[in-house]
């Protein structure tokens, strides 16, 4: 029989028939059921995809039962050789027509519902999820929480800290733009804006788009991906710098003065506005955040050599 792998979209319906079959079998061993495990933790989508084949499967085998006309000459009467164990079908057939049954069998569940949860500039909540972990968002952030399903996050804007709680239950997954990540156990950071997505990790371990190029972030990895481009750019980084806002500073290697920008507003609650030829300069050091927003704004102009104006409730930084 084919060993179960393919972790690409298309091929997750056939992966989770060809384990309902060989799970199935009297010869699977416990390191089957040991291999099945490790699979269904690497994605939500895998345990998902798993239950529909098990419907399927129970669907299929009523239908059968009332449709099949009776065997001639079974002592077990009925259809009952045709629906034992789907004897029938060998191990490759069986998984082809569950899948087929996946995908054509009128029981796809219902998208899950969010709830949507939104703080202004300059404010800061903190979310309680069931599992113990919990989500600490940032100013100008606008999360999505699955009301059903609180291993599923969605980030639409803004910057949240996630504290994941160790546990047995499904990881946790963040969805944020184009990039998914799943986690179990561990602290990571996420900003989105300005149409760049930032990811550091303080403690344990995440993976990024866990079905397509799986990127593992251990403590100390970031990642800057600017959406659209589908490139990853990964960087070391302080660990104790992925959450420092929540300590009153921000920490940057490399970042455009924009970036800046954005993180003040976020975290100020005041409108920061760069001129063109500041837009694109780089900044690599530590923003404190304690003092007065005018302040704050002032330094991190300077520190990026140039200036802070006023601009009516907000502010504008300038190119020396």
């Known amino acids: 029989m084919t060993e179960p792998s393919a972790n690409d979209d298309g091929g997750i319906p056939t992966t989770a028939a060809t384990w309902f079959v060989r799970l199935a079998e009297a010869d699977a061993k416990e390191s089957h059921w040991e291999e099945f495990t490790t699979w269904l933790e690497q994605d939500p989508r895998h345990s998902r995809a ?38 029938f079908l060998g191990g490759a057939m069986a998984a082809v027509a569950l899948v087929a049954a996946v995908f054509l069998w009128p029981t796809a569940p219902d998208p899950p519902s969010f709830e949507t949860i939104r703080t202004a500039a300059g404010e800061v909540r903190s979310i309680s999820l069931a599992n113990g972990s919990r989500i600490e968002l940032n100013g100008g952030t606008h999360l999505e929480l699955a009301s059903e399903d609180a291993s599923l996050v969605r980030l639409i804007e803004g910057e949240a800290a996630f504290y994941v709680a160790r546990g047995d239950g ?40 866990p079905g397509r190029e799986a990127v593992s972030l251990p403590a100390g990895r970031s990642l800057r991906f600017a959406e659209g481009s589908g490139r990853f750019a990964l960087e070391r980084t302080d660990p104790t710098n992925v959450t420092g806002w929540r300590q009153g500073r921000l920490a940057y290697r490399d970042a455009p003065a924009s970036m800046v920008a954005a993180d003040l507003a976020r975290n100020l609650g005041v409108d920061v506005a760069v001129e063109d030829e500041l837009t694109s300069r780089r900044f690599t050091g530590v923003i404190q955040l304690t003092g007065e927003p005018s302040t704050i704004i002032s330094t991190s102009a300077g520190l990026m050599e140039g200036r802070a104006v006023r601009d009516g409730d907000g502010w504008r930084l300038l190119a020396d």
């Open 170 to 209: 499904a990881p946790l997954t963040v969805e944020v733009g184009d990039l998914t990540l799943v986690d179990r156990g561990t602290v990571f950071n996420v900003v989105r804006g300005g149409g760049w997505i930032r990811v550091g990790v303080a403690e344990g371990e995440i993976v990024a788009n």
């Open 50 to 87: 798993y239950e529909r084949v098990c419907e399927a499967d129970s669907d299929l085998l009523e239908v059968m039962a009332n449709r099949l006309p009776e065997a001639a000459n079974d002592d077990g009467g009925g259809v009952a050789p045709l629906l034992r164990r789907r004897g």
